[in-house]
């Protein structure tokens, strides 16, 4: 059983940057995608960005896109969200997830096929 702890959330004002790592135990997750997922009170939780188990591959929502940039390191079971710009409709809990599914053959968008979740950590953008 896989365990991912996020880290790195706050408080920041608009405009701000800030990164998130998230670090995976328990199983190995080199052959699975990976993704950043976020939920705020009242909404569901919405994909934010996933990547390859190459890391060669990454899919972003747009409302994020040309602002966070998800990362991997291969020799270690890290995953990283880079977000820069940050806006108050970014505030929420994110989330670290893992594919269920090895060797999927495309980076999924889908919540329902990721497996495993980390329990959070919060970021607030306000001024």
């Known amino acids: 059983q896989v365990q991912l702890v996020e880290s790195g959330g706050g408080l920041v004002q608009p405009g701000a940057s800030l990164k998130l790592s998230c670090a995976a135990s328990g199983q190995s997750v080199s052959d699975h995608t990976l993704g950043w997922f976020r939920q705020t009170p009242g909404k569901e939780r919405e994909f934010v960005t996933s990547?390859?188990?190459?890391?060669?591959?990454?899919e972003y929502a747009d409302s994020v896109k040309d602002r966070f940039t998800i990362s991997r390191l291969i020799t270690k079971p890290m995953l990283y969200l880079q977000m820069n710009n940050l806006k108050p409709e970014d505030t929420a809990v994110y989330y670290c997830?893992?594919?269920?599914?090895?060797?999927?053959?495309?980076?999924?968008?889908?919540?329902?096929?990721?497996?495993?979740w980390g329990r959070g950590t919060q970021v607030t953008v306000s001024s």
């Open positions: 997830a893992l594919d269920r599914d090895r060797y999927r053959s495309y980076v999924s968008r889908t919540e329902a096929d990721f497996a495993s």
């Open positions: 990547i390859s188990s190459s890391g060669r591959t990454a």
